[in-house]
């Protein structure tokens, strides 16, 4: 089975400063690879997909990339409705696997 | 809008079963895949397995397998996850989450939740 780890397990940061979540597949996913956000005690809301295309009505600050192993969510000039645990989330075959999670604060 | 409609909380004894519809409005039903995502309190998102209702295929996480059986209602455009032998560690908001379809495929990542079911195990 193919694992996902994401990096860091959490982080804090400032209001306008640029964030960066790593995910990491344990083997090649080509760019199948999802975003969410989950807010506390909201359901999960969908981000990106195919390793950096934005899903429609999400805010322009965030960004993907990556392909193969290495994937990474860029939320550019983090705002305090950010906060959130992210997650990463493989689809290259019809048994989809997420990563542990990203805790996201405000510092 | 689409939506997934989910239905209520349940509190289960141990060794029981469950058994969660979530109704799907909005889309067409049978082409798109339908998963199921548990998250324990406190705990990260953790796929179960998801059913194509079109071509009846299902799908399980090996750490279900057996235990979950994941049904499809095209005439309601409803779908069911139900779990048995429930354990306390089942304890969990469990969320019905559907998967696109483009072309000819079906893709199973989730661009559209149910808000969720808690179902509790107590004794």
């Known amino acids: 089975d193919i694992q996902m780890t994401q990096s860091p397990s959490s982080l804090s940061a400032s209001v306008g400063d640029r964030v960066t979540i790593t995910c990491r597949a344990s083997?090649?996913?080509?760019?199948?690879l999802a975003w969410y956000q989950q807010k506390p005690g909201q359901v999960p809301n969908f981000l990106i997909y195919?390793?950096?295309s934005l899903q429609p009505g999400v805010p322009s600050r965030f960004s993907g990339s990556g392909s193969g192993t290495d994937f990474t969510l860029t939320i550019n000039s983090l705002q305090p409705e950010d906060v959130a645990t992210y997650y990463c989330?493989?689809?290259?075959?019809?048994?989809?696997?997420f990563g542990q999670g990203t805790r996201v604060e405000i510092k | 809008q689409a939506q997934l409609v989910q239905s209520g909380s349940e509190v289960k004894k141990p060794g029981s079963s469950v058994k969660v519809s979530c109704k799907s409005s909005?889309?067409?039903?049978?082409?798109?895949?339908f998963s199921w995502v548990r998250q324990a309190p406190g705990q990260g998102l953790e796929w179960m397995g998801g059913?194509?209702?079109?071509?009846?295929?299902?799908n399980y996480a090996q750490n279900f397998q057996g235990r979950v059986t994941i049904t499809a209602d095209t005439s309601t455009s409803t779908a069911y996850m139900e779990l048995s032998g429930l354990r306390s560690e089942d304890t969990a908001v469990y969320y019905c989450?559907?998967?696109?379809?483009?072309?000819?495929?079906?893709?199973?990542?989730?661009?559209?939740w149910g808000r969720g079911t808690l179902v509790t195990v107590s004794s």
């Open positions: 989450a559907r998967g696109p379809k483009l072309g000819d495929h079906n893709f199973w990542y989730f661009d559209l």
């Open positions: 909005g889309g067409a039903f049978s082409s798109y895949s």
């Open positions: 059913i194509i209702p079109i071509s009846g295929t299902t």
């Open positions: 083997q090649d996913i080509i760019n199948y």
């Open positions: 195919a390793a950096s």
């Open positions: 989330q493989k689809y290259n075959s019809a048994l989809p696997t």
